[in-house]
Nanobody, 127 residues
Framework: QVQLVESGGGLVQAGGSLRLSCAAS????????MGWFRQAPGKEREFVAG????????ALTDSVKGRFDIARDNAKNTVYLQMSSLKPEDTALYYC????????????????????WGQGTQVTVSS
């Protein structure tokens, strides 16, 4: 059974930092591209960051470039999202996702290309 378990969310003031973690089990983690998405109330789920299976290639959505970073540790079956200089508009439920069949340097950015999802961790940024 595949499980993706996010942690690290919470309430933080604007300008602060958080590090999200996603622990994966039940899948060959090092064969999967991994991504972080977020969904704010009343909005669609959107791509935030992704990383290819080996960790060589990463992608970030424009609104978080220079503030967020994604990394993975294949030995620990874990992907991370380091968030800095947080803004109130970053407030959302953050989801971890895993995408199979993405070898090479590709980083998938659409929800439909991901096969497994976590339950999400809430990030709230106060102004």
């Amino acid at each position: 059974q595949v499980q993706l378990v996010e942690s690290g969310g919470g309430l933080v003031q604007a300008g602060g930092s958080l590090r999200l973690s996603c622990a994966a089990s039940g899948l060959p983690f090092s064969s999967y591209a991994m991504g972080w998405f977020r969904q704010a109330p009343g909005k669609e789920r959107e791509f935030v960051a992704g990383i290819n299976w080996s960790g060589i290639t990463a992608a970030l959505t424009d609104s978080v470039k220079g503030r967020f970073d994604i990394a993975r540790d294949n030995a620990k079956n874990t992907v991370y999202l380091q968030m800095s200089s947080l803004k109130p508009e970053d407030t959302a439920l953050y989801y971890c996702a895993a995408a199979a069949e993405f070898k090479g340097i590709l980083v998938p950015k659409t929800t439909t290309t991901y096969d497994y999802w976590g339950q999400g961790t809430q990030v709230t940024v106060s102004s």
